[in-house]
């Protein structure tokens, strides 16, 4: 069974910065597209940031110049390096992946659980 993992959510001040991790596990023979979504307080949930296995990276204008998407295929892991916080950013944060269980198999969406981030300001 696959899971993601997500974590380094916490309560911080504006202008500070938190990294998120997520992990991938399970029986994964491949991993597509990684991204970062978060959903705020009686809001839609919304894309962050997305990376392909190649490294191409995409961003929500809202977070572009201060959020930054990385991954290690080796470990199945992606981050995202959250700076310049600010008060609107609070949100659970929500890690997705594409993933293949075979080489036969096509993509299949999964979704974390989910990390709070919580913005004072």
């Known amino acids: 069974q696959v899971q993601l993992v997500e974590s380094g959510g916490n309560l911080v001040q504006a202008g500070g910065s938190l990294r998120l991790s997520c992990a991938a596990s399970g029986s994964i023979f491949d991993i597509n597209t990684m991204g970062w979504y978060r959903q705020a307080p009686e809001k839609q949930r919304e894309v962050v940031a997305l990376?392909?296995?190649?490294?191409?990276?995409n961003y929500a204008d809202s977070v572009k110049g201060r959020f930054t998407i990385s991954r290690d295929n080796a470990k199945n892991t992606v981050y995202l390096q959250i700076d310049s916080l600010k008060p609107e950013d609070t949100a659970v944060y929500y890690c997705n992946a594409e993933i293949l269980l075979y080489s036969w198999s096509v993509g299949r969406e999964y979704w974390g659980k989910g990390t709070l981030v919580t913005v004072s300001s």
């Open positions: 990376i392909t296995k190649q490294g191409r990276t």
